[in-house]
């Protein structure tokens, strides 16, 4: 047997050391200016960030929720409207919508890319809504709310189709916000404008998080709002200010949601650091992909021609999943499955009215999803030893001799 080190699932330690110099001088900075809130490095993090979305702005906030329950808010969806989403996400999502007084409704997703389906947005719209004929209102039936905004998440790190999304959002007149909390990065080749276009850039506003397990991850918490419109991005800097714009006068209720000083400091830096860090991620991918193509029963990620996706996560689906993990799990290899149980089965929707069964294709994935180690620094080898294993917990009988020899 090989060396038999344990392979983490997300290595956070890594990337810290070999840049420690540089982000101990943040900290020297801020405790030497006492700059802990607000101030020029959040400024300098938020045009810089802004820049790298290709946006004309960003509002650093406390945390992926908050920029998502902000950027909700002040793109004007209001208490009793209807959000549109998907239950294969992490809660965030829709806790950001009920939080902005909305309900969610949830549509399946897509059987390849595990996105939104625009299909099935469509499917909701036309079948279970009524366009107000006066006013162009989108009323849903069954509630006689209205259905004012549509989310979809840019999972694991690949954009959701956004052409076809944005003409549905257009057609109905719908606020469209992206969850690029997954997304730091990644691309997506707009026919509509015959041009690669970056996550955070195409909704009305988007939403990232800087959890320190994302693409772009602070030392702590923190998110950000990016967008093109001045007057949501105002809005946004209100409501994570108490809703001031002027210290002491309120023209509104906020939230205290603010990005911290040295958190936008270590964001400065590292956002200098990410090309370089999703391109690995992407060649980890890549390597993945050529090893387990020769694998029978695994079902790899699902890249179109028109996604350049930056692998948070590296997802793949097997009938048997229990053996794997637990294989990988015996070798010290650390799994995560993202997510177990659809949002429209939690419990804490229960009084959303949905059952097993609504959403079919989130169902059936969530069932068999296994998301395997996936970080800047995973080494070549690593990822022999994972696919290996890979190999021996679904007994497909094949060598790794034959994994390699599949391979050209
Ligand atoms: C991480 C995440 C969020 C929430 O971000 P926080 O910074 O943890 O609040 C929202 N949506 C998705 C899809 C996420 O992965």
Redesign the pocket.
Known sequence: MKGKSSIPFLDLVSPHIEIEQELTQVFKHALHTASFIGGSMVEEFERAFAEFCGTKHSVGVG??????RFALTAAGVKAGDIVITVAH??I??TE?ISQAGAEPRFVDIDERTYNMDAAKVREYLENSCTIDGRLGLVIENKSGKQVTAIIP???YGQMADMDQLLELAEQYKLILIE?A??AHGAQYFSKRENCWRMAGSMGRAA?F???PG?NLGACG???AVTTNDEVLAQKCRMLRDHGQAKKYYHAMEGYNGRLDSIQAGILTVKLGHLNEWNRRRQEAAQRYDEMLSAIEGVIKPHCPEWARAVY?LYVIRVQNREALQKGLGEAQIGTGIHYPVPLHLQKAYENLGYQRGDFPITERIAAEIVSLPMFPQLQAEHQNRVVEEVLHSLGSGMTAENVGARRD
Request: hydrophobic share 40%.
């Open positions: 945390s992926g929720t908050d920029a998502l996400t992490f965030a999502t950001a998440v840019h999972l969850d909390c997954q939403a998080s800087f959890y994302k918490e923190a998110g948070h």
